[in-house]
């Protein structure tokens, strides 16, 4: 996964993934939001190579991996606890293209402690909305 674009919180403490970093594709919501919709075939391709375990939350079974992204496909949404780095929560959303394809997806980062499990609902209608509004901008250049 690549980050290719950012906007930064105008806190003083920042949660940020460099444009251009290249990201695991086990560990984060924004990589779990666009490998939750990879093909079949292509999924059972990639997690047949050996997945990098960051932190005791990341996924590096690839059997659990697989439940896990089934349980994203359903709700709609990813959300990732301390997979990458243990002090950092994200929810991610897909983007869709007009074709209904995966083209990207769209997160959020904070601190983990700053969001209780009991609140995340809050901050997923905003990712989801704002993975809808990206998709329909997409498509409109698209249609232009």
């Given amino acids: 996964?690549?980050?290719?674009?950012?906007?930064?919180?105008?806190?003083a403490l920042r949660l940020s993934y460099e444009r251009g970093q290249v990201l695991p594709i086990n560990?984060?919501?924004?990589?779990?939001?666009?490998?939750?919709?990879?093909?079949?075939?292509?999924?059972?391709?990639l997690l047949a190579n050996p997945l990098t375990r960051f932190t005791d939350a990341t996924y590096a079974d690839a059997d659990k991996l697989a439940e896990h992204l089934a349980d994203i496909?359903?709700?709609?949404?990813?959300?990732?606890?301390?997979?990458l780095d243990p002090d950092v929560l994200g929810i991610a959303a897909p983007?869709?293209?007009a074709d209904g394809?995966?083209?990207g997806a769209i997160s959020i980062a904070t601190l983990s402690h700053r969001v209780p499990d009991?609140?995340?609902d809050q901050y997923v209608t905003p990712v989801l909305e704002a993975a809808k509004q990206l998709a329909d901008q997409v498509e409109m250049r698209n249609i232009a």
């Fill in 101 to 103: 394809r995966i083209i």
């Fill in 118 to 120: 009991a609140t995340i």
């Fill in 27 to 45: 560990a984060g919501a924004a990589a779990l939001a666009l490998l939750a919709w990879v093909p079949n075939e292509e999924l059972n391709d």
């Fill in 1 to 11: 996964m690549v980050c290719l674009e950012r906007e930064e919180a105008g806190q």
């Fill in 73 to 83: 496909r359903h709700q709609g949404y990813a959300v990732s606890r301390g997979e």
């Fill in 95 to 97: 983007v869709r293209g």
